[in-house]
């Protein structure tokens, strides 16, 4: 598969690389909702592109009373490894925890924190990096901007499409269609590395690389 080679090249970029500090530590956040009824479902894929994370660099996850949290260290650089529990419209709660503990300002988000989250506005196979704005209905963006009083993060967005026949609260809780699920791996394994790029190269680099990025449908894998 095309993505295979493309993401083996990019594992080889990465590791020679220029590095930030490694007294630079990043917060890297995937947004979804606790239970196993939830973990294959469209709202989630950011807790799965953090169990990517956390076995590619070999960050074990811990569970605490409203997140999951791993510690470790991504290509050279301190990273926290976050998954609130708390539910999606409460994912703030965690994430300002975190940031306190952490001793990350409120006022350098932009070089500190990364949130990976859905978006109905993106068609699957699509990863769109940005910087702040608004949450765009996420409630899980909304909640984390309110607990911190800023737009100023990154934001990774993860395309899971819409179905206009079916309410938006119904649809972010189903899972992927049959032929979306290869797919949806290896846009995880994508989300991952841009992640990493972020990181390692700064956020312009990681957009002119990832926002152009995009994954065919091959609908012939049944229906």
């Known amino acids: 598969m095309v993505l295979k080679y493309f993401c083996t090249a990019l594992d080889k970029i990465s590791k020679g690389g220029h590095k930030v500090s490694p007294s630079s530590m990043w917060v890297v956040v995937g947004l979804g909702n606790p239970g196993k009824k939830y973990f294959t479902t469209r ?5 799965r592109v953090i169990d990517r994370l956390s076995e590619k660099y070999g960050i074990p996850l811990e569970e605490k009373d409203l997140y999951m949290i791993g510690k470790g260290v991504m290509e050279g650089i301190n990273v926290i490894l976050l998954k609130p529990l708390t539910f999606m419209n409460r994912s703030g709660l965690a994430v300002k925890k975190i940031l306190k503990k952490a001793n990350i300002s409120a006022d350098n988000l932009m070089n500190r924190l990364i949130v990976v989250h ?8 699509i990863i769109k990096i940005r910087r702040g704005g608004s949450s ?8 984390i901007i309110q607990e911190l009083g800023t737009k100023d993060f ?13 309410p938006v609260e119904e ?3 189903q899972g992927f269609k049959s032929y979306e699920k290869n797919l ?9 590395h841009a992640v990493t ?12 690389k990832y926002n152009r990025s995009q994954i065919k449908i091959d609908k012939t894998q049944s229906q």
């Open 136 to 143: 765009g209905g996420h409630r899980g963006i909304e909640s």
């Open 43 to 47: 709202h989630n894929i950011g807790f």
């Open 197 to 208: 790029a972020v990181v390692t190269e700064g956020i312009d680099k990681a957009m002119n």
């Open 118 to 125: 859905d978006d109905l506005d993106i068609d699957v196979g």
């Open 184 to 192: 949806v791996e290896d846009v995880i394994i994508l989300t991952s």
């Open 154 to 166: 990154v934001r990774i967005k993860i395309g899971i499409g819409r179905d206009k026949t079916i």
């Open 171 to 173: 649809y972010v809780l």
